[in-house]
């Protein structure tokens, strides 16, 4: 299937800049402006929400943001929530920039969504993410009072590099027999960090992912080639036993892109384990495309369904 139109213009107007022959902080710099201005939704027809406040979430080494969203079906609390991580490859994104997102998985969810902004690299580099999502998940189901979420209908979710930190704190808790995620929802997951230079995609450079993209992500968070394959940050290598009883899983996925395969090895791996899992393929997608409910119909129109299958999982549609 062709590439939306819709996005395949957008994609051609957004220029990523070339930050070849530019240090990393001057790199880093201008991939953050760039991200911020492609990713800000600011729209006008946006869900309203019963309430959304910003509150300290307990991290590995310090206090992170989080932004909690309370949507107006979200019923007598506690009630189901999701912990929800933003992608940006470990480098970019924060709660502004996934803000819409969030805002669409509540209200479709009828669930109560606290968004983490965990440290990024490169200055803060492998596992400081992976820290914080361990951190911030364990404060949130022991916050569950707080947060006015059932510690027992707790969702894990994210997208791309959030997807990952999704995707390894189900199997970190497996690991640790720490408080399991009810469900978890994977949008077009990172769960290999090794390479994607192999791929054959003729339009390949996506929405914020690109073989350059992907290089300059990992050397920017895993300093360490033999990490690579560590499988905190390549989920997808565990050992078999760390698939075994993990959560109910939803994954989505887009035609366009060079993640995708890998998307799908990893429902695969979870079937072969009897984790039971759905897959919901966009074909004329690309990666990152739900952060363009500005300009996509579609793309609000997959926000919604993947709350509803969130939302019934865990009991709140």
């Known amino acids: 299937m062709a590439i939306d139109e819709t996005i395949k213009t957008f994609m051609e107007r957004f220029k990523l800049p070339d930050f070849s022959g530019l240090d990393w902080k001057q790199s880093t710099d201008r991939l953050r402006q760039s991200f911020y201005r492609a990713s800000r939704a600011v729209e006008r027809d946006a869900p309203e929400l019963a309430e959304m406040s910003t509150l300290p979430v307990d991290g590995a080494e310090t206090s992170l943001k989080g932004r909690l969203y309370t949507p107006l079906g979200a019923g007598i609390a506690p009630g189901p929530g999701i912990i929800f991580f933003h992608g940006g490859g470990f480098v970019l994104g924060d709660l502004d920039s996934h803000d819409m997102i969030c805002r669409r998985l509540a209200a479709a969810s009828r669930c109560r969504v606290l968004s983490v902004d965990y440290r990024l690299a490169p200055e803060h580099p492998f596992p400081a993410a992976h820290n914080d999502a361990v951190a911030a998940w364990e404060w949130a189901h022991q916050r569950t009072d707080l947060l006015t979420m059932d510690p027992d209908r707790l969702c894990v979710a994210g997208d791309s590099a959030g997807g990952n930190l999704s995707a390894f704190l189900a199997q970190e808790m497996n690991r640790q027999n720490g408080p399991l995620p009810a469900f978890q929802l994977l949008l077009y997951p990172l769960v290999q960090f090794a390479d994607i230079r192999t791929k054959k995609l003729t339009f390949q450079e996506g929405f914020f992912i690109s073989p350059n993209l992907f290089d300059y992500f990992r050397d920017a968070y895993i300093h360490e080639k033999t990490d690579r394959m560590d499988a905190r940050v390549s989920p997808l290598f565990a050992p078999e036993a760390d698939f075994r009883g993990l959560p109910p ?23 072969a384990h009897g984790v039971p899992v759905t897959i919901r393929e966009h074909p004329g997608m690309v990666h990152g495309f739900m952060n363009l409910t500005a300009v996509s119909m579609p793309a609000r129109e997959a926000i919604r369904e993947a709350g509803e299958v969130v939302g019934q999982a865990l009991g709140a549609l």
């Open 249 to 271: 899983t939803h994954m989505v996925l887009c035609g366009w892109d060079p993640l995708k395969d890998e998307g799908r090895a990893y429902a695969a791996k979870l079937a």
